[in-house]
């Protein structure tokens, strides 16, 4: 009787995400800001193996002017990993979003030379404690064109491929991503994506994975997501389930938590789906202010979605 107590005692402290996350990993966005909130770095290293920085790698931010870099937050992320064994994703080195002043302002050769120098540094900086990076993030429009950007406007699509050598050159051991977001299903965006990592596939580009963002909301899971990263998987590039987030949308907790445990379902049930990050796990940080789409809500209460999560991984 009293080993029954003491197992069920010991089996409810040492359930969490990470426990279970076997075939891939569990993982969350992070800020460094919040790690004085002591429920927020207790839960963030108790429940996951992987971090992304959610701010604090992105090229305004870490290189708010030319050559000045500002490292310190992202590595208390980095420290932070390293002392809860998890992983780090790197996020991300092109973006038309977050760009400083400084660069924005440069054409042709001084920008290009920016670039890979920004690269070429940061991914340097980081080198031996980043294990993927987003290298180019958000580059298409809905209808698969590409998107007008600093990146695009001056360099048509080269920078792609510049970008990602640069990357591949300063860390050779760093998983190479492109990220993006609306790709979870088979449409213009999806193709176009799909089409793009073939070519620089087949041109010996250094690249190893897609990053699904997976900005969700219940109701609208797509039924083929999975069957849309076994395409890409079959290009020989990983994929990654990179930014997750489920909106409520006006249904029950419940509706979310099975919303969740389909998405997590999704990528393991793809070889070649290598892990599944929340884009933050509490309301309370959350991006997403018009509604309630984390797993934990304000107060830090686990919604009915961490325990699917939980059960979901559990099945491989
Ligand atoms: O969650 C991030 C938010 O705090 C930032 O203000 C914003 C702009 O940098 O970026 C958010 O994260 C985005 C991510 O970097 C890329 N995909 C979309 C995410 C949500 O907007």
Redesign the pocket.
């Known amino acids: 009787m009293k080993l029954i107590v003491l197992f069920a005692l010991f089996g409810s402290i040492a359930a969490h995400l990470r426990d279970h996350a076997n075939k891939i990993y569990i993982g969350s966005?992070l800020?460094p800001s919040h790690f004085t909130d002591a429920q927020y770095s207790t839960i963030a290293a108790e429940e996951f193996n992987s971090l992304t920085p959610?701010?604090e790698m992105?090229w305004?931010n870490v290189e708010p002017s030319k050559g000045k870099y500002n490292y310190g937050p992202a590595e208390k992320l980095v420290e932070f990993a390293q002392q809860y064994d998890m992983i780090v994703r790197g996020?991300?080195l092109i973006?038309h979003?977050?760009v400083p002043d400084w660069v924005s302002v440069l054409s042709g050769d001084d920008l290009h030379e920016v670039m890979i120098d920004h690269i070429t540094t940061l991914v340097t900086h980081f080198k031996g404690s980043i294990y993927a990076w987003d290298v180019v993030?958000?580059i298409f429009n809905e209808d698969g064109s590409y998107r007008s950007s600093l990146w695009y406007n001056n360099f048509q699509t080269s920078f792609i491929a510049d970008a990602f050598q640069a990357a591949a050159a300063a860390d050779p051991s760093a998983k190479l991503y492109i990220?993006d977001?609306n790709v979870e299903y088979t449409n213009a965006k999806s193709n176009a994506l799909y089409n793009l990592v073939k070519e620089l596939k087949s041109q010996g580009v250094p690249i190893h994975g897609v990053g699904f963002?997976t900005?969700l909301a219940v109701g609208q899971i797509p039924s083929d997501f999975a069957t849309n990263l076994a395409r890409f998987t079959a290009l020989g590039v990983d994929v990654a389930i990179t930014?997750l987030d489920i909106k409520q949308n006006g249904q029950s907790q419940d509706a979310q938590a099975a919303a969740y445990s389909e998405v997590i379902k999704d990528c393991l049930s793809v070889n070649g789906c290598v892990g599944v990050t929340i884009?933050?796990f509490t309301d309370k940080y959350?991006?997403i202010s018009s509604d309630t789409a984390c797993p934990w809500d304000s107060n830090y209460q686990a919604k009915p979605a961490v325990a699917a999560i939980e059960a979901a991984l559990q099945l491989m």
Do not use: C, D, L, P
């Open positions: 966005a800020a959610e701010n992105k305004a996020h991300t973006w979003q977050e993030n958000e990220n977001y963002q900005h930014e884009w933050g959350s991006w």
